[in-house]
Each structure stands twice: as structure tokens, then as C-alpha cells.
């Protein structure tokens, strides 16, 4: 089956935008059905806004912490408790190849 590029139209911003030949082998080999109704650029914005009340997407949440091995002061994506060890980026490192 051979594609061909098509153009279409954003639903939400008007502006044209194409389908290309590839993209649509990629829909069709992961068993999309439907062409994409958004531009490439609504479709990232709508990824980010949807992404950021899920705690998917947008900015971490960073949590400071002392490093258990060396001392540094870090920030770490959770908050530590005391009866647990943090580590820095270094010292996780370290850790963790030495398993």
C-alpha cells in the first residue's frame, strides 16, 4: 500500500498542516485508525496542559535532602523520611553499579 502526503486542517488552530507519507505507515503499524485532528504544535501544548494536573509532564516537584553518603546537599523528586537513606545523583550512582 503506498501513501501519499495529505493536508489537513487543525482543529483547533485552522492552520494546514501535512500528513505525511510516513506518519501514516507509523499510524497504520500501530493500529490507529483515525488521522490526527490537531497540528503537531496543538498537540504538544494539549500533551503539556493535560499532563500537568496528572503529574504527568510539566515541572517536578523537588524535595532538599543531605546526601546519606557524602554529605552534599541535594534535592531529590520525593520527600525523605528519616528512617530512609538519600543519596546525590554521585553517590546514587555509585550505589547502584555497585549492586
Known amino acids: 500500500m503506498a501513501f501519499v502526503d495529505k493536508n489537513l486542517a ?9 500528513f505525511t507519507a510516513g506518519e501514516q505507515e507509523f499510524y497504520l503499524s500501530r493500529g490507529l485508525r483515525n488521522e490526527p485532528s490537531r497540528c503537531p504544535t496543538c498537540r504538544t501544548a494539549r500533551r503539556a496542559q493535560r499532563g500537568a494536573g ?18 552534599a546537599d541535594t534535592q531529590v523528586p520525593f520527600e525523605p523520611r528519616q528512617e530512609r537513606p538519600v ?4 553517590c546514587y550512582s555509585r550505589t547502584r553499579t555497585s549492586r
Open 10 to 18: 487543525c482543529r483547533d488552530c485552522g492552520q494546514e498542516f501535512a
Open 54 to 71: 496528572t503529574g504527568q509532564g510539566g515541572e517536578r516537584q523537588m524535595f532538599p535532602a543531605v546526601c546519606a553518603s557524602c554529605g
Open 87 to 90: 543519596y546525590c545523583t554521585a
